[in-house]
Nanobody
Framework: QVQLVESGGGLVQAGGSLTLSCTASRNIFNSKVMAWYRQAPGKRRELVAAVTAGGRPNYPDDMKGRFTISRDNTKATVSLQMHDLRPEDTAVYYC?????????????WGQGTQVTVSS
């Protein structure tokens, strides 16, 4: 069974923090690299952070500094700590596996978790 369940989103004031969590089915989690993406209204989905099976994080240049991704391989979970949130961080956040999604091997996405940052 293919499953991704994201949680932890909510409404927060600018400057605040949130921690998102994702539980993945093993057939997704075992593809090694996991990542968080986000999609704001009217915009394309974009990569926020990725983490290798060994726990090494990778962030796009414009995401560095305020986000920290981590994973628990025993629980098949991936977390995203977000600090100093800004209104432009408002989006639905999703987790997924880049090796599956970006190669077209899978088009499955979970329901995501909404993050809303008020000014």
């Amino acid at each position: 069974q293919v499953q991704l369940v994201e949680s932890g989103g909510g409404l927060v004031q600018a400057g605040g923090s949130l921690t998102l969590s994702c539980t993945a089915s093993r057939n997704i989690f075992n593809s090694k690299v996991m990542a968080w993406y986000r999609q704001a209204p009217g915009k394309r989905r974009e990569l926020v952070a990725a983490v290798t099976a060994g726990g090494r994080p990778n962030y796009p240049d414009d995401m560095k500094g305020r986000f920290t991704i981590s994973r628990d391989n025993t629980k098949a979970t991936v977390s995203l700590q977000m600090h100093d949130l800004r209104p432009e961080d408002t989006a639905v956040y999703y987790c997924n596996s880049p090796p599956l999604i970006e190669t077209g091997l899978s088009d499955y996405w979970g329901q995501g978790t909404q993050v809303t940052v008020s000014s």
